[in-house]
């Protein structure tokens, strides 16, 4: 035989059966303070953030290898784009400066492998960042197909929750 509880929690002949169990009366639990909706868009926030700031390593990384090939080539600074170049990648250079001599190979020509690292490091970084973003789309891709799932599930049997036996 079957036992419904009512809200005092008696069953169906009046005795007592004690308290009731979570999750089995939506009525007595308490409200979720954060939803799925909520954690749905603070990771797509988060995908937004890690991708800006992947576009902004990925730009530093081109512009060390495009400084690193005018230093090779020798180009002249005088050269506005060139000079615009080797001012922005002096920024960007600041942790890595120093860390190997530069080599002259002819007049004009230079071979830095300070800033020939660093381009490494901008650029193994930027392979990070972009793995990080992969594995969040993919995250929030299951996270949104669970919810679905979930939902669909609880549409498909009505009543399921009232039923127990």
């Given amino acids: 035989m079957?036992?419904?509880r009512n809200r005092d929690e008696s069953d169906a002949q009046g005795q007592a059966?004690?308290?009731l169990p979570v999750g089995e009366d939506d009525e007595f639990l308490e409200p979720e303070l954060v939803t799925d909706e909520t954690i749905e868009t603070l990771l797509r926030g988060a995908k937004i953030l890690?991708?800006?700031?992947?576009?902004?390593?990925?730009?530093?990384?081109?512009?060390?290898?495009?400084?690193?090939?005018?230093?090779?080539?020798?180009?002249s600074p005088e050269a506005?784009?060139?000079?615009?170049?080797?001012?922005t990648t002096e920024r960007?250079?600041?942790?890595?400066?120093?860390?190997?001599p530069i080599q002259?190979?002819?007049g004009r020509s230079?071979?830095?492998?300070?800033?020939?690292?660093?381009a490494a490091m901008y650029g193994f970084m930027a392979i990070c960042l972009h793995g990080f973003v992969?594995?969040?789309?993919?995250?929030?891709?299951?996270?949104?197909?669970?919810?679905?799932?979930?939902e669909n599930r609880s549409r498909s049997t009505p009543g399921a929750d009232e039923y127990l036996g």
């Fill in 104 to 106: 002259e190979i002819d």
């Fill in 134 to 150: 992969v594995y969040l789309s993919a995250y929030i891709r299951r996270y949104h197909r669970r919810t679905v799932e979930a």
């Fill in 80 to 87: 506005s784009f060139v000079d615009w170049v080797y001012r």
């Fill in 110 to 118: 230079v071979f830095d492998a300070s800033l020939l690292f660093a």
């Fill in 92 to 100: 960007a250079m600041q942790p890595f400066r120093g860390m190997y």
């Fill in 50 to 75: 890690v991708t800006v700031v992947n576009v902004v390593v990925l730009m530093t990384f081109s512009i060390l290898a495009l400084g690193f090939l005018l230093h090779l080539a020798g180009a």
């Fill in 17 to 19: 059966t004690g308290p």
């Fill in 2 to 4: 079957t036992a419904i």
